[in-house]
């Protein structure tokens, strides 16, 4: 019996001794050292009590030896749980036993409060530093350096990611083998990658940009990868260079166009630019198109159905579209009420049906039925029209969510918290345009009557429970929230009321 995710992503690269990862210390990793250590760890795994199907949750630094986790895991059938770094223990807790992961890999500095709350969760409990090190890799030294990949079937869950939800509750989206594999050989095809790629990679690798559209397509096609730990302006502008492709939120080409380094030369030997994750302005680009002769290939995706649309690789890359669906993914623009179709040009929540849409929502049947269809579209919760031609435009969002630099962020978990400081009447928290990160996290108060709320100690609150990302980067004292007829916070109203409040002030 075979493990198709394994067999078709990492073990048909067995024996390969061409390069896999090249590292910002120079070394190079090659498939099979690779596969060797993943197959280590995968041993470890087993002696740990980790069976097919139970949980592995990780919270750990990016670096080859969480890539190799990864696949330890599916190469040992475990359903991988990976968890942004940026988590306090208070959202990690959810994250634990929620999924009920019997062991979890987290970062040696904060190996005491992890493991005590492991311990509490019923979990084992394993470290892993950004630089290979800890009690996995140790233990991993002494085992053998190949394994008997354990049998899964398509339809088996191979991965676990949280995406937050509307009432503030993380949902854990269940993906199987079959939706991770049906995405990374579409988009290899439609985006050309072959084993002559070389993709650059600074994404995280707790989501679905870095771990599933970059490395899974980069691992299908047998290229290698330029592996950094995260965005930094440097090492991107020395990297280039040495890469075929890049892929990045609108975050890192932004970024990239503000530094005069950036030129038409750095760039002409690039195949590829690709962005996604949050909306990339046609004004980006445009100005990365004067810059660089390229255009910037925007895709669509998101969390619980890998990648959606995509626009062409050789016809009109069109500025502000998504593209189109996928080869494979059926997309249709609806009533957010009713359900129904609307007619063509209209805007219209998104829904999509494909083998890239997870199974559901892990012990969340109701939540599951509420966004999955009966008939297998998913209610994306975006609202989009199709153009003309036919090409997916993104035009906002039926979902209360902000997008900062590519990491979601749900407004009523922060509401939550804010509503329980003292002297707080309500709050609202709403995105408001921000030059580097897109959009960024801005808190209203109404104080209770009579009292002064504290924005230092509202801002300490945040900064006690939530991650850094998340906090509020500024927190506004009001007299009351704009509410219609219905008694609902108009949240458009206080969008429009702060929406140059990041804004650079015009030069003159
Ligand atoms: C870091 N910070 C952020 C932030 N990233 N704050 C808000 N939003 C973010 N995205 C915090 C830091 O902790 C720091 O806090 C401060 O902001 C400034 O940090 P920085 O050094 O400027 O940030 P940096 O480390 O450079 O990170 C920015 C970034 C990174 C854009 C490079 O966030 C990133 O790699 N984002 C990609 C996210 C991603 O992969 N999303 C894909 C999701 S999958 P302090 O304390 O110093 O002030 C998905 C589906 C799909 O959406 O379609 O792909
Ligand atoms: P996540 O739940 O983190 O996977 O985020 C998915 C969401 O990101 C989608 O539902 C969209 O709202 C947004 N998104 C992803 N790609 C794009 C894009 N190219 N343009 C606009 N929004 C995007």
Same mark, same amino acid.
């Given at each position: 019996?075979?493990?198709?995710?394994?067999?078709?992503?990492?073990?048909?690269?067995?024996?390969?001794?061409?390069?896999?990862?090249?590292?910002?210390?120079?070394?190079?990793?090659?498939?099979?050292?690779?596969?060797?250590?993943?197959?280590?760890?995968?041993?470890?795994?087993?002696?740990?009590?980790?069976?097919?199907?139970?949980?592995?949750?990780?919270?750990?630094?990016?670096?080859?030896?969480?890539?190799?986790?990864?696949?330890?895991?599916?190469?040992?059938?475990?359903?991988?749980?990976?968890?942004?770094?940026?988590?306090?223990?208070?959202?990690?807790?959810?994250?634990?036993?929620?999924?009920?992961?019997?062991?979890?890999?987290?970062?040696?500095?904060?190996?005491? $409060?992890?493991?005590?709350?492991?311990?509490?969760?019923?979990?084992?409990?394993?470290?892993?530093?950004?630089?290979?090190?800890?009690?996995?890799?140790?233990?991993?030294?002494?085992?053998?350096?190949?394994?008997?990949?354990?049998?899964?079937?398509?339809?088996? &869950?191979?991965?676990?990611?949280?995406?937050?939800?509307?009432?503030?509750?993380?949902?854990?989206?269940?993906?199987?083998?079959?939706?991770?594999?049906?995405?990374?050989?579409?988009?290899?095809?439609?985006?050309?990658?072959?084993?002559?790629?070389?993709?650059?990679?600074?994404?995280?690798?707790?989501?679905?940009?870095?771990?599933?559209?970059?490395?899974?397509?980069?691992?299908?096609?047998?290229?290698?990868?330029?592996? &950094?730990?995260?965005?930094?302006?440097?090492?991107?502008?020395?990297?280039?260079?040495?890469?075929?492709?890049?892929?990045?939120?609108?975050?890192?080409?932004?970024?990239?166009?503000?530094?005069?380094?950036?030129?038409?030369?750095?760039?002409?030997?690039?195949?590829?630019?690709?962005?996604?994750?949050?909306?990339?302005?046609?004004?980006?680009?445009?100005?990365?198109?004067?810059?660089?002769?390229?255009?910037?290939?925007?895709?669509?995706?998101?969390?619980?159905?890998?990648?959606?649309?995509?626009?062409?690789?050789?016809?009109?890359?069109?500025?502000?579209?998504?593209?189109?669906?996928?080869?494979?993914?059926?997309?249709?623009?609806?009533?957010?009420?009713?359900?129904?179709?609307?007619?063509?040009?209209?805007?219209?929540?998104? $829904?999509?049906?494909?083998?890239?849409?997870?199974?559901?929502?892990?012990?969340?049947?109701?939540?599951?039925?509420?966004?999955?269809?009966?008939?297998?579209?998913?209610?994306?919760?975006?609202?989009?029209?199709?153009?003309?031609?036919?090409?997916?435009?993104?035009?906002?969002?039926?979902?209360?969510?902000?997008?900062?630099?590519?990491?979601?962020?749900?407004?009523?978990?922060?509401?939550?918290?804010?509503?329980?400081?003292?002297?707080?009447?309500?709050?609202?928290?709403?995105?408001?345009?921000?030059?580097?990160?897109?959009?960024?996290?801005?808190?209203?108060?109404?104080?209770?009557?009579?009292?002064?709320?504290?924005?230092?100690?509202?801002?300490?609150?945040?900064?006690?429970?939530?991650?850094?990302?998340?906090?509020?980067?500024?927190?506004?004292?009001?007299?009351?929230?704009?509410?219609?007829?219905?008694?609902?916070?108009?949240?458009?109203?206080?969008?429009?009321?702060?929406?140059?409040?990041?804004?650079?002030?015009?030069?003159?």
């Amino acid at each position: 019996m075979s493990n198709p995710l394994y067999d078709r992503l990492f073990g048909c690269h067995a024996g390969r001794m061409s390069p896999f990862l090249h590292l910002p210390d120079g070394g190079t990793l090659t498939h099979d050292a690779f596969l060797r250590r993943a197959a280590q760890i995968a041993h470890v795994l087993t002696a740990r009590g980790l069976k097919p199907g139970d949980r592995l949750a990780a919270q750990v630094q990016k670096s080859p030896e969480a890539l190799a986790l990864y696949a330890a895991c599916a190469q040992a059938g475990v359903v991988f749980l990976p968890l942004n770094t940026a988590y306090t223990t208070d959202e990690l807790s959810y994250f634990i036993e929620n999924s009920g992961a019997k062991l979890v890999v987290g970062d040696p500095a904060r190996a005491d $409060e992890l493991g005590a709350l492991s311990e509490k969760l019923g979990a084992r409990f394993d470290t892993l530093a950004g630089d290979g090190t800890g009690s996995l890799t140790a233990a991993a030294d002494d085992e053998p350096d190949s394994f008997d990949t354990v049998p899964r079937e398509a339809d088996d &869950l191979a991965a676990f990611l949280y995406t937050s939800g509307t009432t503030g509750r993380s949902k854990g989206a269940m993906l199987t083998q079959a939706n991770l594999l049906s995405n990374a050989e579409t988009l290899v095809d439609h985006w050309r990658f072959t084993a002559d790629d070389v993709l650059l990679h600074a994404l995280p690798i707790f989501h679905t940009h870095g771990l599933f559209v970059a490395t899974n397509v980069t691992l299908a096609a047998g290229g290698a990868m330029i592996f &950094l730990p995260k965005f930094d302006l440097e090492q991107i502008l020395d990297a280039l260079p040495r890469a075929t492709s890049m892929m990045g939120v609108p975050t890192f080409y932004t970024r990239l166009l503000d530094d005069p380094r950036f030129t038409r030369d750095l760039a002409q030997h690039m195949r590829l630019f690709i962005s996604g994750s949050a909306p990339l302005l046609e004004d980006t680009h445009r100005q990365f198109e004067a810059r660089t002769g390229h255009r910037i290939l925007e895709r669509y995706g998101m969390t619980e159905t890998n990648m959606n649309t995509s626009n062409p690789y050789d016809g009109e890359r069109r500025a502000g579209t998504v593209g189109f669906p996928l080869p494979g993914v059926e997309l249709k623009i609806c009533d957010p009420e009713t359900g129904a179709e609307v007619a063509q040009g209209e805007v219209g929540q998104i $829904e999509v049906r494909g083998p890239n849409v997870f199974k559901g929502y892990w012990q969340m049947p109701e939540k599951t039925a509420a966004e999955l269809r009966e008939d297998g579209f998913f209610i994306t919760g975006d609202l989009g029209r199709l153009d003309a031609d036919g090409y997916v435009q993104i035009v906002g969002r039926n979902k209360d969510l902000i997008i900062s630099g590519g990491y979601n962020i749900y407004p009523k978990e922060i509401e939550l918290l804010l509503d329980d400081q003292p002297g707080v009447l309500e709050s609202a928290v709403i995105g408001v345009p921000h030059p580097d990160f897109g959009e960024t996290v801005l808190a209203l108060i109404v104080p209770q009557p009579g009292e002064t709320p504290d924005p230092e100690a509202i801002t300490a609150a945040c900064a006690e429970t939530l991650a850094r990302y998340k906090h509020p980067r500024k927190v506004l004292v009001i007299d009351e929230l704009p509410r219609n007829t219905m008694g609902k916070v108009q949240k458009n109203i206080l969008r429009d009321r702060y929406a140059t409040l990041f804004q650079p002030a015009p030069s003159n």
